[in-house]
């Protein structure tokens, strides 16, 4: 299979079962690098953690290990890498926070880039004492980027732990109360709660400070139809 096809099989088209049975077969190193992201995708870690090794790609190595709990594993792969890519900086960072010992804090940049997506990873993988650990050192992370708490609040407002992303959320509004996407989001939080009043107080704060913030106006629509 040439690159081009492969690419839009997997981004695209995204039939990755169907991609899946032909990349079991191939020999490259490109082939085996996204059958292993096929096998993330679908959470089977341990086959990923396993084809990442064998082609050398060692942060994605030892982000599947994170992934399956093996924090040990994870640390001695990360650590012995040596280049100093910003994911692989990020990754040892992440450890600090998993630790409760952080010495070096994540840059705005791989704040942006990893924060949300690595904790979507984790409280999916099952790994809550992980995500507590990192979350509780939220206002770290706002040292570097000030949108650390909304990121942390949208994962758990994207997995219904709304409760929770209210907490974060509020101290994002705090910081952050031109977004537009911390009210819209707060207002789900209110929803999740049948608080339609604060709903629409947070959509209407959204529309204003976002020039007519889209999924707002189509929020407020809907409940006002409702």
Same mark, same amino acid.
């Given at each position: 299979?040439?690159?081009?096809?492969?690419?839009?099989?997997?981004?695209?088209?995204?039939?990755?079962?169907?991609?899946?049975?032909?990349?079991?077969?191939?020999?490259?190193?490109?082939?085996?690098?996204?059958?292993?992201?096929?096998?993330?995708?679908?959470?089977?870690?341990?086959?990923?953690?396993?084809?990442?090794?064998?082609?050398?790609?060692?942060?994605?190595?030892?982000?599947?290990?994170?992934?399956?709990?093996?924090?040990?594993?994870?640390? &001695?792969?990360?650590? #012995? /890498?040596?280049?100093?890519? $910003?994911? %692989?900086?990020?990754?040892?960072?992440?450890?600090?926070?998993? !630790?409760?010992?952080?010495?070096?804090?994540?840059?705005?940049?791989?704040?942006?880039?990893?924060?949300?997506?690595?904790?979507?990873?984790?409280?999916n993988?099952?790994?809550?004492?992980?995500?507590?650990?990192?979350?509780?050192?939220a206002?770290?992370?706002?040292?570097?980027?000030?949108?650390?708490?909304?990121?942390?609040?949208?994962?758990?407002?994207?997995?219904?732990?709304?409760?929770?992303?209210e907490?974060?959320? &509020?101290?994002?509004? #705090? /910081?952050?109360?031109?977004? $537009?996407? %911390?009210?819209?989001?707060?207002?789900?939080?209110?929803?999740? !709660?049948?608080?339609?009043?604060?709903?629409?107080?947070?959509?209407?704060?959204?529309?204003?400070?976002?020039?007519?913030?889209?999924?707002?106006?189509?929020?407020?629509?809907?409940?006002?139809?409702?």
């Amino acid at each position: 299979m040439n690159r081009k096809e492969l690419l839009n099989k997997f981004y695209v088209t995204k039939e990755y079962n169907s991609l899946k049975k032909i990349l079991a077969n191939g020999q490259t190193s490109y082939e085996k690098y996204y059958l292993a992201k096929i096998y993330a995708q679908e959470k089977d870690y341990k086959t990923a953690s396993l084809i990442y090794k064998s082609i050398n790609q060692y942060y994605e190595y030892g982000r599947c290990e994170l992934l399956q709990g093996n924090f040990d594993n994870a640390k &001695k792969i990360w650590h #012995d /890498i040596k280049e100093d890519s $910003p994911p %692989v900086m990020w990754g040892r960072s992440l450890l600090e926070f998993i !630790n409760l010992y952080v010495i070096n804090v994540p840059t705005f940049f791989q704040i942006r880039a990893f924060l949300e997506v690595d904790l979507d990873a984790l409280l999916n993988a099952g790994l809550i004492n992980y995500c507590e650990n990192i979350v509780n050192g939220a206002h770290l992370l706002a040292q570097n980027n000030q949108e650390s708490y909304k990121f942390i609040g949208r994962v758990f407002v994207n997995n219904e732990y709304f409760d929770l992303a209210e907490l974060f959320l &509020k101290r994002a509004k #705090d /910081i952050c109360y031109v977004d $537009p996407e %911390v009210h819209f989001l707060l207002a789900k939080c209110h929803l999740h !709660n049948n608080d339609k009043k604060e709903a629409k107080k947070a959509l209407k704060t959204s529309i204003e400070k976002g020039y007519g913030y889209y999924p707002a106006k189509k929020l407020l629509e809907t409940i006002n139809l409702s």
